[in-house]
């Protein structure tokens, strides 16, 4: 009996393939599903069934491909929102049975209203689960979010907490498989640890210490999460069941003449590293270095749009191309496999980010330099815990909609953290049109390392 | 903070690979160690640490060549029976801090003097243990085995029943990380499930339900275990630290006269499948499928001994040549490349095996076949739940040393529980000069399956 | 600007990646097209052409679903037998640019009417051809069969003379790129080497020996060559294009029990080496070793026929699905994945054949052994090269057709060249019901080497 | 028979392994020698014999530790400057078989005394050679460089001028397989094509048009190449034999404390693209893309210096080092692991250098900008086709030696043709203290592109 967990770097997403004797299931899929095919092969295994913890909001399901790949059946719970078409509903109390392993299903909604948790037991040794997959609701440190029906809040809530309360019981012993890792947009204050159990969940996460329903309503009420627009393509995407990836997941190359055949009717993503963009870019590419797709390609680009990446190698092209496909991006035109200098030698324009230091800024703010805006893109909870003093503040990802806050005769130095989101929203406002954009490298870390000094924001 | 596992094929053995941040650990390294190393890196981690939780029996530590490879400290329990050369001595409750992960030590002795288990905490979150390395001394179903000093037997068994209390009082939320899993010569009922929690365990593991320690050791002290001989090979090696594994596992190609030149001096090893070998091979070759040799190979070989390999393909002699390679057999000469029908039609002499079923073993006692002789070499516990009427049995590890038990002039029918270890025996006989040996394929699985009678041993 | 020669096992089949900059062609690309696609990734290639030297008829032509994969243009010659759909015709001095690369078209029919080769220059550099692609007209030591239009035959023979002609006025210094290497059913006396040049060729190929004209044509009828049935679905096939092998090649693992539900209806093809079929084996299987499965499958099984593997591992499996996908067989149930010791175990029925040696053979023969038949399967220009005293004649790929020349009640010892197509025609005879059949291991060969009488065949 | 091209990137450097049956050879092992053991197994080959074309200037050679891996043995020219101590002397004639490969020596001294060609025969088929390893004497499109013995210039110029007649006497039907493709800098001109034949370089190779020995000596004299100071390492290196390169080449994780603990004395070496660098570097820190580590790494860094790498990733390190070790530089002490915006978020300093374009060069010359000086840092050849008027040239390698030419108060635009080398010249003068420096990205390909006015360097 197995348990394989397979982790989805960038959604922080975590997917598993659980097994005994020459069965296996999948629990969550993504969409490149080829990878849960491979390693039931090499356990000499079949995949005869697929589960799916809820409707995902955050990346395309691979539920409805990994079927048609295996013959596995796809089991869902009840969804109020509509019939996943691909699969059979399945209620509390169903079982399952994979070899000698007996999956027990769990209601456990309130993340969503069709969450289910799965209780996995050995049948062939003992008595009580001795693992259970929580989805979105339970996680290593944290629970899951409940702000997907603002006009249903507290009922949610509340349901997640009863939820938590029926996994909880099924004991101290029992191994913690939750849907996402730290690093997710689908939790809070997930702990950076890869395993856990209930036992060590009931005594130390947080929000499994409050005693009254009610207190643990109102702290969900109080957080804030963000919802990028591309959550409800996932959703609208889940019903119907996703098209299989490519199965050759590098876009077409394309070598200078061809890129100009192109790019007039695409949007130009460069890929590359933070450094790299800033050092020198492609003018009007948006800058979404590959590990930061998963988080932030879902505020700024429509699902039907062309695309085309700007690499530095085939196979950064090839990683870029998997992390978009796995949030519904697919029209792919290719990528310009031309590194930054021989772009410039073959006589194309191309545009650099000045970068100013701790030093810098405080020299500007201590001037009271004019016309001089600090952009801080940080989110709410950042932004709560301090900013440095004048600086505006907008949520990197809600640029897009709030330019008409700034304006392009202004000189912007944009922050964040440390310069990577502020790198994103530079491209952002040069996309826009605006000429004057720095970045401050190093951003509230620099700062505070240079004992800046931090205010509430107003 | 992540553990990842990294098991052993044959050996069944388990090691880990712990972290967290850019540092990492290994508990209880095998000889061909560039996984580790390798998996790190891939985790942008560096190995600083390395715990074994005793001196194995039963196979070659990875841990000074690891220590020699990646500049980490090697920390080992006391040993009375000598200095392990290599490693610094921990006792009961060092700590070692790895990035935030805090290990500490605690001694459980029992398997061996030196027994250690190690337990981890989350030091940026949380209390409690969050999981144990137990090494042999609990497994997941079962505990370790005590037979290693029969003049204390009932001392160190109780010393065991100790050691799993202080294991268990880490609490129900620990994760439980082995040194072996089902299939290994190191315990004798190992659950089949690759995951397990203390609280688990607690409640299912049959030796943890001993009230009294008087019980739990009379327990142990009824158990019978095999000790190849090679075991107190690895131990003395184990003390001194072993050279590392050749980078080339791949042994040398032999075509046929490369063979001859060499074959004389050496063992030749038919590391290929049970059918291959009884459907043809060379004579006077070993049978030991690839698969077998963890188990089995230390019964028949000397470590000073030069063997060829006789396999079908170039990946079968790696994997061969890697499990020698790990516990200690280091002088192969080469891999004969040439596939069955080729050797027999360059001329030279091939035998084959007859096989025959459950009916031709009822018919033979039913006729009172003359000469003949029933072998069936299943182990002791096998033995004992039941045989057929008239066979005579001996271990197949220990025919080599009982062959005077059995006269060349006999016909002998050779069973196990399904014709494997039957095959190796087969080989066995023929390598000693007996010429009248067949295997009853299906064995004890057959024999039932077909309704055979079966007795007590006598 | 590169070459690159894709060699496919089994058939002996050479297909090519070339290339100039960012583009790339693929000529004569087989069914599992995908490793076209990722070598030209890795060279930060797009393939913008496929070509096709001729319509295959030994294996399922790749080009049209390579160019779905890649949006690729495919190029065929003009084809009397019908039209290539998927395909654009070219005809001769046609010219295409890959790069700085210039592909020419010749027209070097013979082989097959449409067969075509493709000329290479380097653009960039220099005069004179550097390489040719000649498909099957010229090969490396001989030159393509010419037996495919009975009725036409000198014709044919003719035409080839011409193209040779053709083909090595391009000039010595070319280098030469065929579509199969030794091994291939395609030509007769290919030299084992893999590269070759036009002005090697000229001097050294028996075949470009000929003075005459009507010499060559005379060499070329008296050849004779084997046509496995599946040569004319090849031919369907390849007019209209085939559908994309399956993503998953490795077929749908079976334990017993799923075995028995569909066993019934499905061939079983044990692709096991030789000696593991010889050892033991599931009752009416036939032996087919993954290595033999490209030439020989074609003789035995029928496209619409669903499949069943017998294999030692999911390695075996996937190398025995890949080829047979290669050569139109897509209708796999899965394969069983136990192995023969557990097999029987289960107290299924097992069958293995019996094995002898030249020294058995020879007191047969001087036995006078009644009722007793050597029966040879070699080819017929094997067989005119001598035959054991009085034994029978049938080419492997014919028993099927002409068992009636056989009789269930006589013994029949089965003989190749070394034993393996032996042992393939023993199971052939085993599912056809024969009972008395055993295997002369190492067959002629051993025969020779024990210095055995070779007399002519009568 | 077999011949397999092994291309070392960045080296542009060819090894081959050849075989026939289950032996190999290996010409021109590199360092990193694992790839042909792997290769030659894959095959089912062992390696008996490894052949040296020539003591290599300008890498590592592998010979040494491929012969202790395998046991095979090494062959190698007579060669005056010392004894090749882990080589067998072979001379013209000298013969050897590798199966039916027939291998012949032919002393083609020119490119260095002891350099050898070795002729390659099918034993097994017809007559002439079927191909030919040339070393360092015949490249495709080129011939080797004669520049090594400048005392001796015109005699060893003559030498190669009598080996290529040597070369070409083998006959057009030769397949061509140099030491080198194009990138290396062991040859002026090679064509950029992976494969030739005697008979095309007899017919296109510009340096084998010459009718007499005269005109050749000639135009080899008026060659100018440049000799990085390594190159007299890697020739002491290669008369006694270099250790094995590490088996883990990814240098060791350094997070930022741990980088803290040993960059004072090490070379920070930055090995991210070109952009990158420009974007935000650790000061101090010197670019070389790891992609011209092999080209210039030898013309700033001595052997006996410990190097950290600043690298995006573990893959990127890993790179890296391979690199560095294939050219002697073995000193590692790890790779800083932390991207840029975390490393100034951690609040380090970091700096980036301003890029401008063709327009602002212009505008700069227009207006006569005071103190500034346009940098060319292109090789003799390529400013002899033309500068940028008023630029002052000095070749990028020769930069560290002739710093006294140039002066920290004024200010500086870096060019090469790009702008990669001008990235690399760039770091090289904020290392020693210029702090005025910016590069002009596209270089002369956008000064062309654009327009601009080009003349005859004075």
Known sequence: MFVERIKTEGLAQLSYLIGDGSEAAVIDPRRDCEVYAQMARERG???THIFETHRNEDLVSGAPILATMTGASVHHGPNAAGTVVYADIVCEGDQFAIGNLCLKVLETPGHTDDSLS???????YGDGAVGVFTGDALFVGDVGR????PERAEEVAGKLYDSLQKIVALGDQTNLYPAHGAGSVCG??????DFSTIGYERHNNPMLQFDRREAFIQAKLEEHHNQPPYFHVMERI????????SPLLTPRVLDIPSFDGVAGRAVLVDVRGISAFLGAHVPGSLALPVGMIAAFAGW?????EELILIADSATQAEAAA???TRIGYDHLLGYLNTAMPGWAAAGRPFRSVPVIDAQEVKTRIGNKRENWVLLDVRDRGEISEGIIKGAETIY???LPEQLDRLAKDRNYTVMCASGARATIAASVLLRAGFHNVDVFLGSMGAWRAAGGEVVEPS
Do not use: Q, S
């Not at 700024?300 to 039907?304: F, G, K, Q, S």
């Open 45 to 47: 295994c079949r995949i």
């Open 118 to 124: 799965f209780a996995i037991y050995d049948g062939g």
């Open 146 to 149: 409940t702000d997907f029906y």
């Open 188 to 193: 809070n204050k997930m702990a950076d640890r």
């Open 238 to 245: 889940n019903l119907v069941g996703a098209a299989p990836a």
């Open 300 to 304: 700024y680009l429509d699902e039907h």
């Open 322 to 324: 998997r992390n978009l």
């Open 396 to 398: 990197v990802g809600k």
